[in-house]
């Protein structure tokens, strides 16, 4: 019976650690990511009636903004990095626009690539004055590069606008895997989607209390595939890695042929 219990007990601490260990890489929050974007856009120009598509789509963006912050914490080339940011930009310009438009020109909406390429100088700016600057120099640099960033995004119409710039803000202060991170994460991201950005509520009624479900709060969601991230990278690979890059603007582009093609 002492070793069964020996046998029971180093079993049941096995399975303790490896619940404790667990993890999910950076290849798995990529793939996630852009499965979530894939059905966000797939509502937007052929299944509009699917709302739900659009409902989970709202996930997708965070993580996008926590990869991006996780890249300029983890690069050894920021202008090589900021340079792939850039010419991604451009190459998914004209998707963008025949996705979201059906034209070549779309002046009035930008893609999301412009809102990571602010977020990306933003960041670079505030970690050059904490490098360089006092604290007190520091303080009111960093406030006035947010400010300019949410301008910006707002004065060049990217995707999620301003609102898009400081997520990736929020990711780069409560970068750290600690509870008072993960607590200003949530704080801030709930107050970035609930109650600024808002938008279409849903009723739900549980006990006979009825509550008003903000969709885009569904993007809080995200936080929990990021909080399960310990910076493993998982599988990577050139391949890979190209393979992320194209599929924003190919599946932009694929997504206009299909509806063009529904309509002949």
């Known amino acids: 019976m002492d070793d069964l219990v020996d046998i029971s007990g180093g079993k049941t601490a096995n399975l303790k650690k490896k619940i404790g260990s667990f993890s999910i890489s950076s290849f798995t929050l990529h793939i996630l990511a852009m499965l979530l974007m894939l059905s966000d856009h797939a509502w937007s120009t052929?299944?509009?009636t699917q709302r739900w598509m659009t409902a989970i789509g709202r996930i997708a963006f965070p993580i996008f903004a926590f990869m991006l912050a996780e890249g300029f914490y983890r690069t050894s080339n920021f202008k090589k990095y900021l340079m792939?940011?850039?010419i991604l930009a451009l190459i998914s310009e004209i998707p963008f626009n025949l996705m979201m438009g059906g034209s070549i020109l779309g002046p009035y909406h930008q893609s999301v690539m412009v809102i990571f390429i602010i977020g990306l100088l933003g960041m670079?700016?505030?970690?050059?004055l904490k490098k360089k600057a006092d604290l007190l120099l520091t303080i009111f640099g960093s406030a006035m590069i947010m400010l300019l960033c949410f301008a910006a995004g707002f004065a060049t119409f990217g995707d999620y606008f301003g609102t898009g710039?400081?997520?990736?803000?929020?990711?780069?202060?409560f970068h750290e895997r600690k509870v008072w991170c993960f607590l200003g994460q949530f704080i801030f991201m709930y107050w970035l989607n609930v109650e600024l950005l808002?938008?279409?509520?849903?009723?739900?009624?549980v006990f006979g209390h009825t509550f008003e479900l903000v969709e885009q709060g569904f993007a809080l969601i995200a936080l929990i595939p990021i909080w399960l991230y310990k910076?493993?990278?998982g599988h990577h690979s050139k391949a890979f890695r190209y393979f992320c890059y194209a599929f924003y603007p190919v599946h932009m582009l694929v997504l206009f042929l299909i509806g063009w093609l529904m309509t002949i």
Request: proline share 3%.
């Open 46 to 48: 052929l299944f509009p």
């Open 84 to 86: 792939r940011m850039i």
């Open 124 to 128: 670079k700016g505030i970690d050059h």
């Open 165 to 173: 710039v400081l997520m990736i803000f929020v990711f780069y202060f």
């Open 198 to 205: 808002g938008g279409l509520c849903y009723k739900v009624t």
């Open 231 to 233: 910076g493993r990278q």
